[in-house]
Nanobody
Framework: VQLVESGGGLVQPGGSLRLSCVAS????????MGWYRQAPGKEREWVALIHNVGGRSNYPDSMKGRFTISRDNAKKTVYLQMNSLKPEDTAVYYC?????????WGQGTQVTVSS
């Protein structure tokens, strides 16, 4: 299993970014995919989840309305569209899949929200 994130960078408050995660090594269409983030000095927190059937998505209440997760099974890619970004969204963002009993993570992509 390999997950490779991209799309992070420096953005001003109120701006937008779209993160991508390309997956390989497993049957992408058969698994829910998630995004997490970890800010300096804080624990990793869940950001979004998209199910493998029907494209249904879930978010913590704090992320609803600003973040949108989507997937393209043909491209084996999951996306995270982030709008109205705030300085507190600054973190390393990770793609996640649980295959069997094991969690797999990408290397992360840094998102910095600052003026």
């Amino acid at each position: 299993v390999q997950l490779v994130e991209s799309g992070g960078g420096l953005v001003q408050p109120g701006g937008s970014l779209r993160l991508s995660c390309v997956a390989s090594g497993f049957t992408f269409s058969a698994y829910p995919m998630g995004w997490y983030r970890q800010a300096p000095g804080k624990e990793r927190e869940w950001v979004a989840l998209i199910h493998n059937v029907g494209g249904r998505s879930n978010y913590p209440d704090s992320m609803k309305g600003r973040f949108t997760i989507s997937r393209d099974n043909a491209k084996k890619t999951v996306y995270l569209q982030m709008n109205s970004l705030k300085p507190e969204d600054t973190a390393v963002y990770y793609c996640n899949v649980k295959v069997g009993v094991r969690d797999y993570w990408g290397q992360g992509t840094q998102v910095t929200v600052s003026s």
